[in-house]
Structure formats: C-alpha cells, structure tokens
C-alpha cells in the first residue's frame, strides 16, 4: 500500500470553515510486510492510505496524550500547488462531520 503523511503549514482554519489552506507532503512510501509508519499529534499526523492491487491490511495503534481534539476528514488537491516543496491546497470534508446536534 502506499502511505502519505502531511503536516499543515501556518494555521488551518475552524474545522466549519470551508476555507482551503496548504498541506506539506511530508513523507510518501509503499509500505509491505512488517514496515511500520510512525506519526504524533504534532508530526506527520495527517496520513492517507491507497491499497495495491492485491489489497492491504493495516492496524492503527493510537495512545492518548493529554487531552483530545476533535476529529475531521481532509480533502487534499490532487496536484500540488508547489510540486518542488510538495505543497498541496486543503480544505476540511463534510466527511466525518457529526449530524447537527450530535456530538463528535
């Protein structure tokens, strides 16, 4: 599977925002068998994964620290807005946002 990781660069919006902002692609590999991919609250923690063709299995292993935040899906242009530093535009999905009234 290939697996990418991102960091948001300045300030992203409120999560209600639609506005976009930039993403720095920070790491992009195929990872096999027994490969492991590490990330933090405030390094690489923006990831995304693309099965192969013979499919992938994966486990995410997650630990608290402090307390959390909340949690949304990100849309990632495909085309990166500065290909040399591995800029991409962002913006925040509709996709994992809680119904109204509901609690995330």
Request: net charge positive; charged share 30%.
């Given at each position: ?55 992938a ?45 509901k609690?995330?």
């Amino acid at each position: 599977m290939r697996l990418r990781n991102f960091e948001i660069i300045g300030e992203a919006p409120d999560y209600a925002s639609k506005k976009t902002f930039r993403v720095r692609e920070t790491r992009n590999e195929v990872m096999s068998h027994g490969r492991i991919n590490t990330l933090s609250p405030l390094r690489d923690n923006i990831h995304c994964f693309q099965a192969g063709d013979k499919g992938a299995r994966g486990i995410d292993i997650n630990t608290l620290h402090g307390k959390t935040n909340d949690f949304r899906f990100l849309d990632i242009s495909k085309t990166p807005a500065d290909s040399e530093k591995r800029i991409f535009e962002a913006a925040w999905s509709d996709l994992g946002r809680p119904a109204p009234g509901k609690k995330p």
